[in-house]
């Protein structure tokens, strides 16, 4: 289920409000360009600045807009082991297909802090879930060993989104963990490596824009034509360097303004890009064929 391009969407604004037609305009474009997946309320949903009302609001529009075409994997993590599972707990009663749990940040737990947590989590609810690691976000990193010993304890946390960028850690991952277990990609760059260890896609932020490309690439990585894959994977990765010339999701939504697909707006902390940085997306969006 867990597998090929699946969006990390950005969630739309309009006069400081969730867009919700854009949203639902966002989703079906996706669909439409061979996305497998799409995962709302994460890193690049802006998940941090939404009301708890906003947050299951913009889930359930998803669920209902995808109606079953892919699956809906609800970003639904927190630092609180208590709000992730109320969180959680909603998801799965609206009917996502699975949930993404970012491990806590900023109180920085130990190893065994990170294992109680999403074990109480996967204990709350019946849906897979997906552990999300991201240490130069959060603060601590979930040890290989860690993930290894919450996929063989608990039957319903089935992958992982790995964005530590270290493919040795991702290797050992697969090696400690069952071969059915997930190991998704959490950096559009590292996307191809990654495949190549028994990697099985990506939860991808170019996507946004560059959907129908993305897919394509681990399409023909699965098909076996590496050298299809490469030229796409070299194609992107200008464009995957841009998007992260600012932070996420910053210039992949100032790309999507530009592009048309959505309004640029962002929630403060989250401002606008420097104008240096901004001629830098404009000139890599033309060069792609994205902007005339």
Same mark, same amino acid.
């Given at each position: 289920m867990f597998k090929g391009s699946i969006v990390a969407i950005v969630t739309p604004f309009k006069n400081g409000m969730v867009d919700e037609k854009k949203l639902r305009d966002l989703i079906d474009f996706q669909i439409e360009n061979g996305t497998s997946g799409i995962v709302p309320c994460g890193t690049t949903g802006e998940s941090a600045t939404l009301s708890f009302l906003e947050h299951d609001k913009v889930i359930e529009i998803t669920i209902d807009q995808v109606k079953?075409?892919?699956?809906?994997?609800?970003?639904?993590? $927190?630092? $609180?082991? &208590?709000?992730?599972?109320?969180?959680?707990? @909603?998801?799965? &009663?609206?009917?996502? #297909?699975?949930?993404?749990?970012?491990?806590?940040?900023?109180?920085?737990? !130990?190893?065994?802090?990170?294992?109680? @947590?999403?074990?109480?989590i996967a204990e709350a609810v019946d849906i897979p879930i997906i552990l999300y690691n991201i240490a130069s976000r959060t603060g601590v990193n979930i040890e290989p060993e860690t993930i290894a010993r919450l996929a063989g304890d608990c039957k319903n946390i089935v992958g992982v989104k790995e964005a530590s960028g270290s493919l040795d850690q991702m290797s050992r991952i697969k090696q400690l963990c069952p071969p059915s277990f997930c190991l998704i990609s959490g950096d559009d760059s590292l996307t191809l490596p990654v495949l190549s260890i028994g990697g099985t896609g990506i939860i991808s932020v170019v996507a946004n824009i560059a959907p129908k490309d993305v897919a394509e690439m681990v399409l023909e990585f699965e098909k076996g034509n590496l050298?299809?894959? +490469?030229?796409? @994977?070299?194609?992107?990765?200008?464009?995957?360097? !841009?998007?992260?010339?600012? !932070?996420?999701?910053?210039?992949? +939504?100032?790309?999507? *303004?530009?592009?048309?697909?959505?309004?640029?707006?962002?929630?403060?902390?989250?401002?606008?890009? $420097?104008?240096?940085?901004?001629?830098?997306?404009?000139?890599?969006?033309? #060069?792609? *064929?994205?902007?005339?």
């Open positions: 079953k075409r892919v699956p809906v994997i609800a970003g639904t993590g $927190s630092n $609180s082991t &208590e709000e992730a599972i109320t969180l959680t707990k @909603h998801a799965a &009663e609206s009917g996502a #297909d699975a949930s993404l749990q970012v491990s806590p940040y900023y109180n920085r737990p !130990t190893q065994r802090g990170l294992y109680e @947590h999403f074990k109480a050298k299809k894959a +490469k030229e796409l @994977h070299f194609k992107l990765l200008p464009l995957i360097k !841009t998007c992260f010339l600012e !932070t996420n999701p910053i210039p992949v +939504k100032t790309a999507m *303004g530009m592009m048309g697909l959505c309004e640029p707006d962002l929630r403060l902390p989250m401002c606008s890009m $420097s104008p240096e940085n901004l001629e830098k997306l404009k000139k890599a969006l033309k #060069d792609y *064929g994205l902007l005339k």
